[in-house]
RNA sequence: GCGAGGGUAGCCAAGCGGUCAACGGCGGCGGACUCAAGAUCCGCUCUCGUAGGAGUUCGUGGGUUCGAUCCCCUCCCCUCGCACCA
């Protein structure tokens, strides 16, 4: 209350009637629409964004490309604001940057709405690329369009083929029957990694997913498993979410490989991490589908009945039946009897197991059901030299590894020795590595996609087509149930490459992931007519430096792109083994806390918020609302706000323009001028972090500073243009259209987009002392007027410290004396100060271990000298900041260092 | 269950050993301007305090430390990924 008052005696202090240009602008507004449409059309008229190709090496930046559905949503426009964020922020530092657009562009989708608008996926495709590329054009992004790669046309797809074809002869191809996820929704079988969650729904459609069996074509990625696995750990550009991802899904395990002799049908192969439990082994279980099982089911109706009724490997209770049978323990020569268990997966390791009940939760749960014996063989470690006892084992297993109890010779060895000695001595036994990864299936039975390039003739068989064939173009679209391509009798038709014979062309195209494995690369290149990209500017050019884009790839496009890499650096000469340096993976644009769909029918439309309030206030809001990372929620005020600020920092360098301030280079415009410099610190640092919403706030904070200095007095004419120019190019990688306005009317030569990042000299450290030391004492005159109760102070003393007091806290860091104060003593201009210096001595004693160098005192002085108009302001009294020779000795019992004393005359 | 990332004032969100009762924004409150409203500007927004003080706070409970929002452990909750994985 005491502060509203105080209010009226500095109005009208201000050095122009700031507030009414104010009004005027809000009236006015600010015609979003034709700036931002003169200045795209400007940059493109001088080719801003274009990276020619004989560029050393620039900085690569780069979003996902997007699916051509129809229309950006906020997802794209906050993915493709970051990179070009970046990418703009990389070359006012004077970078050459790579920064490329394409479409991902064949796919289901564009088939689907063919169907539905009785046209063709091509002229669907073209038209959404238009759109989006408008739009794209609209929100300012700065791409090298000249660059720009459409994946499905047969420029770009004949390298799909190419490629294919280098990977059969690297032996990376294969085709064969297998059991495939089969969407019946989509008509076409889809990859592992495209099956999402338990309840196993198409990635695209949610459609639950259905098995098959089918012959497919696969790439050979486990051939590559453990390369892409252990580099995992050196992209340490790579969010740890998606590295672990990454590993999870390549899945690697070691462990050992041994045969049980079962009883009537020899030796069945076994996997198992933990061959130390084997003298614990109370049974053997073959998965259901195991072709023992199935030989058992044909003969025995209980097993028959299990294998087809009863096993539900999904359920959490584990199932099984007796065989009857017995297995031999290849470790005891013990007999064990064999059951059909479901919890057995055909998949996992070799569908068959030993089964330890004592060490394993699923075992011990199935013998407890089926009263089967659960023997410990591995004890905890035991303390000292005592002798290891065997754990409890009645209500669950022991998992740990421990020692031997119970195991003939091997008794009392340790886990990892039993393992390594077991696995020796055991003869069927060997090392063995087991992954999870499978190889990827890229048949799928649709038309928009890559035609995969094999002829299939009566004779050869299959049959790759040679090169000189290439590209396999598509035939029209045909629009039919199941796969058009199967109805496109006269395409099929063709002769075989081998034997000239008759021959019919394979109906099957290519998974879209194929097309994104190796995009980055062809952009180096779009135009190339003899090989996907050209080798030598690749080498020079990739890896890309930064990527960003939506977490949902973090297996599927990532390890399919590092994949591919790899191979190409086995075999086509890339001297790259990793495709991207540095990745961030975006969070999502919510609303609500709940993520936008068109079925929720919560959609925010970038198009309706360009239109309202212009793309640099959607690009600001969304770079300023969080870390790229986070999910964050839109909001309609704080776009209005974001608006607003924009409106405002208008208003300010217009008029500043039309009429140059005159005022003095004083403490004030020092102070403006040391914000200035540690918001450019600050602000860079934070781009380089990707960090946008740190560096937009420090931004906004000298903004709101400079503001506060036009309000207060006349500006020194060239402070408070270097802030306003320092502002504006800190924003122009987010909002750069308003920032090419603004510069232009500082008179800036050219485009912001080209213009220098601004630079400073400054110690963050020194920074952060500076505005602590400011902002406390002003709290501390806060605290006290309030709690006295003081209505209009007339006068402010700020007292720095004497130089003894910053002397005597120099020694108390440095010192470690017991006794600190008779250290301080030994000091003569100290030790004279008497009572003062002892009282002193004693407030640091008591602090001693939390003590921590301040600014020197002239630096402090200076700090203070040149911030005394905020208090001024503030509260409508003069300020002086006092050195400690001007000051009364009572007075100067509160100055500390980092602390001023304060006196408030009312 | 395993793994990754989180839990900070009414909400969002910085901070990640002392300078922290904790930046910033939104919301709310008071004031300036206005005939008024809006916009804009200045403050306040954990509790108590007549000169900068004290108390209680950063999911829970412990611990390390002279000192913890910040480090370690337990537990709870949220989000994401994987999962009868042998």
Redesign the pocket.
């Known amino acids: ?1 005491v ?3 105080r ?2 005696v500095w ?1 009208g202090i201000g050095w122009r009637p ?2 009414e240009v ?2 005027q602008m ?2 006015a507004g600010y015609d979003h629409a034709t700036v931002e449409r003169r200045w795209q059309e400007a940059w493109d008229d001088a080719d801003v964004f274009r990276t020619p190709d004989n560029v050393e090496d620039p900085t690569y930046v780069l979003g996902m490309y997007p699916y051509p559905s129809g229309k950006l949503h906020m997802g794209h426009v906050r993915n493709y604001t970051i990179t070009d964020a970046y990418a703009r922020f990389r070359r006012m530092q004077g970078d050459d940057v790579l920064h490329p657009m394409g479409w991902d562009a064949f796919g289901l989708p564009a088939e689907n709405a063919a169907k539905e608008r009785d046209t063709n996926p091509r002229d669907w495709t073209v038209d959404c690329i238009e759109t989006m590329t408008e739009q794209m054009e609209s929100m300012g992004f700065g791409y090298d369009w000249d660059r720009e790669i459409t994946t499905c046309t047969p420029d770009y797809y004949q390298w799909n083929q190419w490629l294919f074809s280098r990977f059969h002869e690297e032996g990376l191809v294969e085709r064969r029957d297998a059991d495939v996820n089969w969407c019946p929704h989509c008509e076409t079988v889809l990859a592992d990694e495209q099956v ?3 309840a196993e729904l198409c990635w695209r459609c949610e459609t639950p997913v259905e098995q098959r069996e089918l012959e497919q074509w696969f790439l050979q990625i486990t051939e590559y498993a453990d390369e892409l696995l252990e580099d995992i750990d050196d992209l340490e550009g790579w ?3 998606v590295r ?2 990454q590993r ?2 390549i ?1 690697r ?1 070691h ?1 050992t490989e041994l045969e049980f002799h079962v009883e009537d049908y020899g030796p069945v192969e076994a ?4 061959v130390d439990t084997i003298h614990g082994a109370t049974f053997f279980a073959l ?1 259901p589908d195991h072709p023992i099982s199935e030989e058992l089911a044909e003969e025995d109706d209980e097993i028959r009945r299990f294998v087809d009724h009863e096993a ?8 099984g039946v007796e065989t009857g049978l017995t297995a031999t323990n290849p470790a005891t020569g013990e007999e064990i009897p064999v059951y059909v268990a ?10 068959a ?2 089964a330890v009940p004592a060490h ?3 075992d011990h ?1 199935f013998a407890e059901k089926m009263g089967i014996d659960i023997r410990p063989v591995i004890a905890p470690e035991p303390d000292g030299d005592e002798e290891p006892t065997a754990p409890d084992v009645s209500e669950s297993a022991y998992t740990e590894d421990g020692v031997l109890i119970d195991a003939a010779e091997y008794s009392g060895l340790d886990s990892e020795t039993a393992r390594e000695r077991l696995t020796a001595d055991i003869d069927s036994a060997e090392e063995a590595t ?1 992954y ?1 990864l499978r190889d990827w299936g890229i048949s799928r039975q649709r038309y928009w996609g890559t035609p995969i390039p094999v002829v299939h003739c009566d004779d050869c068989g299959p049959v790759m087509v040679p090169d000189e064939d290439l590209p396999v173009e598509l035939p029209e679209f045909i629009n039919t149930t199941g796969n058009p391509l199967d109805a496109a009798e006269e395409w099929q038709r063709t002769t075989c490459p081998e034997c000239g014979a008759d021959a019919t062309r394979e109906t099957d195209t290519m998974d879209t992931f194929v097309d994104s494995s190796w995009y980055f690369l062809r952009y180096v290149s779009p135009d190339l007519e003899d090989a996907p990209f050209d080798r030598e500017r690749a080498n020079d050019w990739m890896p890309v430096d930064q990527y960003v884009g939506g ?1 949902e790839h ?2 599927m496009h990532l390890l399919y792109s590092r994949f591919f890499t790899k191979v190409l650096a086995d075999n086509e000469g890339l001297e790259h083994r990793e495709p991207f340096t540095d990745l961030l993976a975006q969070g999502m644009v919510q609303l609500e806390g709940e993520k936008m769909s068109k079925s929720k029918g919560n959609v925010v439309s970038p198009q309706r918020i360009v239109e309202e309030y212009g793309a640099d206030t959607a690009r600001l809001f969304m770079m300023q ?3 790229p990372e ?4 839109w ?1 309609e ?2 776009v209005q ?1 974001t608006y ?1 600020f924009l409106e ?1 920092l208008q208003g300010l360098v217009e008029e500043y323009a039309a009429e140059t301030p005159d005022g003095d280079d004083d403490a004030i415009a020092s102070y403006v001028d040391a914000e200035i410099d540690a918001t450019i610190a600050i602000a860079t640092a934070e781009y380089d972090d990707l960090t946008f ?2 560096a937009l ?1 420090e931004t ?2 000298l903004v ?1 500073t400079l ?2 200095y036009a ?1 207060y007095t006349e500006p020194h004419a060239e402070t408070y243009e270097r802030g306003l120019s320092a502002v504006v190019r800190l924003l122009a990688p987010v909002a750069p259209h308003i920032a090419e306005e603004l510069y232009d009317e500082l008179g800036g030569d050219g485009f912001v987009a080209e213009a220098a990042w601004p630079t400073a000299e400054v110690d963050r450290d020194y920074v ?2 500076r505005r ?1 030391l400011v ?3 002003r ?2 005159i ?3 007027v ?5 209505e209009d102070p007339l006068g402010i003393d700020v007292v720095v410290a004497p130089e003894w007091k910053y002397d005597a806290l120099e020694i108390a860091i440095e010192s470690d004396a017991d006794n600190l104060i008779g250290e301080l003593m030994q000091e003569g201009h100290i030790r004279e100060q008497g009572d003062a210096a002892a009282d002193y001595g004693q407030d640091l004693q008591a602090e001693r ?2 003590l ?1 160098m ?1 600014l020197e005192p002239d630096a402090e002085y200076a700090a203070l000298e040149s911030a005394a108009w905020l208090i001024e ?2 509260f409508g009294a003069p300020v002086r900041v006092v050195r400690a020779a001007e000051a009364d000795e009572d007075v100067l019992a ?2 500390e260092p ?9």
């Open positions: 209350m502060r509203a008052k209010a009226s109005k700031v507030l104010y009004k809000s009236d999402e969650g338990e969010p740890n979410s672990q991802m999870n899904w899945g395990q462990g996997f198992t991490t933990r998965a539900d490997p999904d359920g959490d209770e584990p199932n479901d919890f057995v997966l055909s998949d996992v390791g070799t569908g197991l030993m394993d939760e699923r749960a087991q999870q977490i973090a297996v609302a969080a870390q986070r999910d964050f929620d909001s005020e704080g706000s607003a405002r919403n740190k706030r906004q904070d709101r503001r506060q309000d952060a002392k602590r902002e406390n004492t709290e501390d806060r605290d006290i309030d709690v006295a109760g003081i271990e939390a921590s301040t302001r503030e509160n100055a980092g602390r001023p004393a304060i006196e408030i005359d009312d």
